[in-house]
Every structure is written in structure tokens, then in C-alpha cells.
């Protein structure tokens, strides 16, 4: 009698285990918040990758590497689908109205140094001024993951010692999902002239760009823009000393998203430029000795938001309602700024 109960003892304990053993299995893939960044090939495209994932679900991507003009951030949106354009198809063949702008991004159309002259906006690989990525430091936490990136910005041509580096840059794009509401970015382009050289071009191919899908091109009717200051001048492009920030309303496929891009004071940014079909960012030129650096940070986030009154513009209502949050995130990101 013993033995029996001794027996039915250890039945039960074993599934008792078997059962937490099994809850426990089910309860770990529903845990909220996990954060990975993974390095592989491109699925979509030439080159290679580096994913931002949470919960094993892709938040943003960075594409770099042979094939690819320049490296550039993905953004996905909260049915899988990219809100970001990718510029080439899976063959690697220019796809779309003005396949140069790929997600967020940074260039100049006018490099120039003893090197020669190149143009780091349209063009890049083989014959042209190149982006080299040479390390990442990638790094994760709690509630965000970092891609950092070790860039060299090369000519064709070297010098007396053999160098062809034109700028060395440390490149971060911290990824995270503040409330699980949206996808924040904090980026920070971190540049070092290894030669004095100009940064120049225009107000439309220079700066720190953000480029919708460009499924966006094709429904241009259906974009808006906001910015702050908010009455500064329009047609395409925006002048004024004290600008915040720039936001964004389109299309991709059902959903409607914003894309907002908040500017530091530092940068020194003067001019804002923008396009209808998805395409904004702000203008920087600039003039570089040997050695001097040249550090900008931006904030952007990107959020799937309700559909517009009408296909040519959102009301009122929602207009007002979306500035003011743009302004909020705004003072948020400068307090950010403040307290590092």
C-alpha cells in the first residue's frame, strides 16, 4: 500500500512538472520585449543586412554592402511590410521614381577633397566614391537595440601613403518602441575628415533624408507634410534658422503612417526640403580641416496612424491633433539631447 502511494506520488509530481515544464515553454515566446539585432544576407536584395528585432519580429534593417550604392535604414511597418523605400528589387535592378533615396539616409551629391570630386548621394561601388563598412559594435538592452556602425568614406584615388579615405564616421541608429506604440530612431552621424574636405550640393541631394516606399510615388496625391516652424515658406522646400522638426502622412498598400524627423540645434540645419512622394530631410553643407569632426543627431519616429479625411488632405482636427503630438515628441527628444 506503501509503495502504491509512494508511486502515485511521483506520478504526480513528474506531471506536475511536465505541466510547468509545458507552461513554461508556451508562456516564453509570449514575453514581451526581447531585443536582437542579427547580421545575414539580404532577403530582398543585393548586399547584406543587419535586422532589429523584437520579439522575433523584424522593427528595422540596415542595407549595406556589395550591390548597394550607400548603406541606409529600413523601416517595417505592423503588418511586416516595409514603410521604407528599398530602391532596388530582388535582381537587383533599380526599382520605382528616384531609386537613390532608400529609407533614412545620409549624403552628399558634391564630395570634395585632393582625392577628386564624387557624388555620395546617387552613386556609389566600383568607379565611384564608396561607403565601407569596416565593423559593427552592435549592442542590445531591455527596451532597445543599437546598430553602430564603423564607416569609411572612400575615394578612387590615394594619396602619397596610400590612403583613400575621405571621412572615417561611427554611424548609430538606437531602435526602440516606446509603449509599444511606435518605432523610435534616434540616429547620430558621428564624422571625422582623415583630409579637409567639402561637403556641398544642393537643397534636394545633400543632408539627412527620410524616403517613404515607393509605393508612395505612385499616390502622391495622398501625402501632407507639417513642420515646425510651421509658417515658414513651402513649395518643396523650407528656410528658416530654428527648424524642429518635419512630418510625414502617406499610404502603404491599407494602413496610413507618419513619419516624423526631429532635428537637434546643433546640427546648424537652415533648409528643410520635401517632395510629395515621400521624400524629406534636411539640407547641411559644410566646409572640413583635417581632423575636425562633424556630429549631427536626429530623432525620427514612425507610427501607423488612422487615414486621412480624404485622399488630398487630413482634417483640421486631425492636423492640430498631429502637431501637437509632433511637438511633444519634440520636447522629448530635446530633453534627451539635455540630460546626456
Not at 533615396?101 to 566600383?126: A, C, Q, T
Not at 540616429?187 to 533624408?209: I, M, N, P, T, Y
Request: aromatic share 10%; net charge positive; hydrophobic share 40%.
Amino acid at each position: 500500500m506503501l509503495s502504491i502511494k509512494i508511486m502515485t506520488r511521483i506520478r504526480f509530481n513528474s506531471l506536475a512538472n511536465l505541466v510547468v515544464g509545458l507552461v513554461f515553454v508556451t508562456a516564453a515566446p509570449l514575453a514581451k520585449g526581447k531585443w536582437r539585432v542579427v547580421e545575414h544576407s539580404n532577403p530582398l536584395g543585393p548586399g547584406m543586412v543587419v535586422d532589429v528585432l523584437q520579439d522575433g519580429k523584424a522593427v528595422a534593417r540596415l542595407v549595406h554592402g556589395e550591390g548597394q550604392i550607400k548603406p541606409f535604414l529600413h523601416i517595417f511597418g505592423s503588418g511586416g511590410e516595409l514603410v521604407t523605400n528599398p530602391g532596388l528589387d530582388r535582381e537587383g535592378k533599380g526599382a520605382g521614381l528616384f531609386n537613390h533615396h532608400r529609407g533614412i539616409f545620409i549624403g552628399w551629391n558634391k564630395v570634395s577633397s585632393e582625392l577628386g570630386n564624387y557624388d555620395m548621394w546617387h552613386k556609389g561601388g566600383p568607379g565611384n566614391g564608396r561607403y565601407d563598412i569596416v565593423k559593427f559594435e552592435n549592442t542590445t538592452t531591455k527596451n532597445s537595440a543599437s546598430i553602430v556602425a564603423h564607416i569609411k568614406w572612400r575615394a578612387t584615388q590615394k594619396d602619397a601613403i596610400g590612403s583613400d579615405v575621405m571621412l572615417s564616421e561611427r554611424r548609430t541608429f538606437n531602435v526602440s518602441r516606446p509603449g509599444g506604440m511606435y518605432t523610435q530612431v534616434d540616429a547620430s552621424f558621428e564624422l571625422k575628415a582623415e583630409r579637409d574636405v567639402s561637403l556641398a550640393g544642393d537643397l534636394q541631394h545633400a543632408g539627412v533624408h527620410f524616403r517613404a516606399h515607393t509605393e508612395v510615388a505612385t499616390r502622391n496625391k495622398e501625402t501632407s507634410y507639417l513642420w515646425e516652424p510651421a509658417n515658414a515658406a513651402g513649395k518643396g522646400r523650407v528656410i528658416d534658422d530654428n527648424h524642429q522638426w518635419a512630418r510625414l502622412l502617406f499610404p502603404i498598400g491599407k494602413r496610413w503612417y507618419t513619419a516624423q524627423q526631429m532635428n537637434a540645434p546643433a546640427n546648424g540645419v537652415k533648409e528643410l526640403s520635401w517632395r510629395d512622394y515621400g521624400r524629406f530631410g534636411y539640407f547641411l553643407p559644410k566646409q572640413l580641416k583635417k581632423g575636425e569632426p562633424f556630429n549631427l543627431k536626429f530623432r525620427f519616429a514612425i507610427e501607423e496612424v488612422e487615414a486621412q479625411a480624404n485622399l488630398s488632405k487630413p482634417s483640421e482636427a486631425q492636423a492640430k491633433a498631429s502637431h501637437k503630438l509632433c511637438t511633444k515628441r519634440y520636447k522629448a527628444f530635446l530633453k534627451s539631447i539635455n540630460n546626456n
